[in-house]
C-alpha cells in the first residue's frame, strides 16, 4: 500500500476543509484506513479510522460531531469532512494503514498503523 495525503490548505476559522487519501495499490480495501495529525511541539494523535468496508468508525473526542472520515473502495481514497474549523485542528495531517481492530472498531494508537503517506499541512486561522 502507498498512501498518498491531499486537501489541506489554509482556512479561516469555521470553514471547511476535505483532505483525502488515495492509494495506488491494489489491497486499500484490505486496509483500515485513519488520519493522525501533528501540530508544531506536540506529538502525533489519532484523528479519525475507517473499517475495511467503511462499516465502523472511530473519532477523536476533540472532532467528533466535526469531522467525517469516509472512504470509496473503488477508488482507493479515504476522505477526511473537517467542517467547523479551529485554530487548534492546524497541524500536518496524516494517513495511514492497519488492520487492527479494537473491541471492534479501528484501533486509535499510532503502533497499529504500520503504513503511512506523507503529511498535508492544515492551517486554520483566526
Known amino acids: 500500500v502507498q498512501l498518498q495525503a491531499s486537501g489541506g490548505g489554509l482556512v479561516q476559522a469555521g470553514g471547511s476543509l476535505r483532505l483525502s487519501c488515495a492509494d495506488s495499490?491494489?489491497?486499500?480495501?484490505?486496509?483500515?484506513i485513519a488520519w493522525f495529525r501533528q501540530a508544531p511541539g506536540r506529538e502525533r494523535e489519532f484523528v479519525a479510522a475507517i473499517s475495511w468496508a467503511g462499516g465502523s468508525t472511530s473519532y477523536a473526542d476533540s472532532v467528533k460531531g466535526r469531522f467525517t472520515i469516509s472512504r470509496v473502495n473503488a477508488k482507493n481514497t479515504v476522505y477526511l469532512q473537517m467542517n467547523s474549523l479551529k485554530p487548534e485542528d492546524t497541524a500536518v495531517y496524516y494517513c495511514?494503514?492497519?488492520?487492527?481492530?479494537?473491541?471492534?472498531?479501528?484501533?486509535?494508537?499510532?503502533?497499529?498503523?504500520?503504513?503511512w503517506g506523507q503529511g498535508t499541512q492544515v492551517t486554520v486561522s483566526s
Open positions: 495511514a494503514a492497519g488492520r487492527t481492530l479494537t473491541r471492534g472498531v479501528p484501533a486509535v494508537k499510532e503502533s497499529e498503523y504500520g503504513y
Open positions: 495499490g491494489r489491497t486499500f480495501s484490505n486496509y483500515i
